[in-house]
């Protein structure tokens, strides 16, 4: 097969959750065990960070890779969805997979994959520890796709565990409270690897700590041991780097400089800065200050990262996140309203199986919406969500495709307003 003959037997033949939700998902690794011996177990050869969370772990995941990246190392970063490209998801040193090694990876071993007839993700992460044993990598930051004790990823074994949060998500599939959640989330804990947990949750933090002590794994809280407190007060609007004030545990005080906009990425700054404190001190993998900040800096140079607080336009300012659940969505909010603007635009996609109503509840009324829906299966109809909005003051029109949406908004849209383009990782991608 061509490579656009595998795309489309990926995407349309192989159940994906992105597309068909909770049909793709299964409650088990058999498939995932299957591909990995087949592959003579591919995850052994190369150390690895696993990073699971609600919130935060793809742009933890980048962070991090950014900064071994800068210490010289040959890293790999498999992270999940893709917005635009396929490959994105798989890259080593920020250079994407190519298309020959998929071909390649798919013709050699169709015979197997009909056999045993894994899912769309099932078969991504197989192709991805394959790859990265191949290219003998020196290490990994592994971010998984949902949940953690079921999910493809979590056949690693790990010099790191790390969950950055944990919020109300995927309920159909990961619990229906925030408990039964986070205890999905602690399957990527291992034994006598260090965890770290990015944000204190008094509600769960048990649940990790008995998980750890139960594997013999030291556990560390980053937001009690870093301080990370954004100094940009976001009146210069077109900025490309955010300052951030950091304290750690010490009191020893210092600013760092991210390539990486909104406030909410302080908390990823600070598990990631855990984690260099637990590489230095467990894995003898010394990463120095000046690696730390340049890592920073260059973030979307070294890793390509795209979709988080992205700013695509300037007059007028256009911003686009992907962030879509309801912890998200409130931080994006908290974010806008600390920019100036005269009139808010906000584009808006999200997908049938979300807490709609109480995202919509969190949004602002005095914005101007577009009402849209993303071409994927999963997505709620542009005119649907108008209705819903309804019952929350939300005024806007509704767009069948989100090119028409965002079209309209830049038409209506002053100089000195803002556009918003958010709401699902779908809708993100066909603007990006």
Not at 28 to 35: F, H, I, K, P, R
Not at 335 to 343: A, G, I
Not at 362 to 387: C, G, H, M, V, W
Request: glycine share 6%; hydrophobic share 35%.
């Amino acid at each position: 097969m061509k490579y656009s003959e595998i795309l489309d037997y990926l995407y349309n033949q192989l159940p994906m959750f992105h597309r068909v939700g909770p049909a793709a998902y299964k409650a088990n690794l058999n498939n995932t065990l299957a591909l990995s011996k087949h592959f003579n177990y591919p995850e052994h050869n190369f150390k690895a960070i696993h990073i699971a969370g609600t919130n935060g772990k793809g742009s933890t995941a980048h962070i991090i890779a950014s900064v071994l990246q800068e210490k010289g190392l040959k890293t790999g970063l498999c992270t999940s969805p893709h917005l635009v490209d396929f490959r994105e998801r798989v890259k080593i040193n920020g250079e994407m997979i190519s298309k020959e090694y998929i071909c390649e990876f798919v013709n050699n071993n169709f015979k197997f994959f009909n056999e045993i007839n894994p899912s769309f993700f099932e078969l991504t992460i197989a192709l991805t520890f394959k790859y990265f044993s191949d290219q003998k990598i020196d290490i990994a930051v592994v971010e998984t796709g949902m949940g953690g004790r079921l999910d493809s990823t979590n056949i690693i074994k790990p010099l790191i565990s790390i969950i950055t949060n944990i919020s109300l998500d995927h309920t159909n599939l990961l619990g229906t409270n925030i408990k039964q959640i986070a205890q999905e989330k602690a399957g990527i804990i291992k034994p006598n690897a260090p965890a770290i947990i990015g944000q204190t949750q008094h509600s769960i933090s048990k649940i990790f700590s008995d998980k750890a002590h139960n594997n013999n794994s030291p556990i560390y809280f980053a937001d009690q041991n870093y301080k990370v407190t954004p100094i940009s007060d976001n009146k210069e609007k077109h900025i490309s780097q955010y300052n951030y004030d950091v304290i750690n545990k010490f009191g020893n005080k210092n600013t760092l400089k991210a390539g990486l906009g909104g406030n909410y990425q302080a908390n990823n700054i600070a598990t990631a800065l855990q984690c260099f404190e637990l590489l230095n001190s467990h894995h003898q993998i010394n990463i120095l200050e000046e690696q730390v900040k340049n890592g920073l800096k260059n973030i979307i140079k070294n890793t390509g990262l795209k979709g988080r607080w992205q700013i695509i336009g300037k007059q007028p300012l256009t911003i686009c996140d992907t962030g879509h659940n309801t912890e998200a969505i409130k931080l994006i909010v908290d974010n806008l309203k600390k920019l100036p603007y005269k009139k808010l635009h906000i584009v808006i996609g999200m997908m049938n199986d979300k807490n709609i109503e109480d995202i919509l509840l969190l949004l602002p009324n005095d914005a101007l919406y577009y009402f849209t829906n993303a071409q994927t299966p999963r997505a709620i109809k542009s005119e649907t969500l108008k209705d819903k909005a309804k019952q929350f003051n939300l005024k806007g029109n509704g767009f069948n495709t989100v090119k028409k949406a965002l079209n309209n908004a830049r038409i209506n849209a002053e100089k000195d307003d803002i556009i918003f383009i958010g709401g699902s990782n779908f809708v993100v991608a066909e603007v990006i």
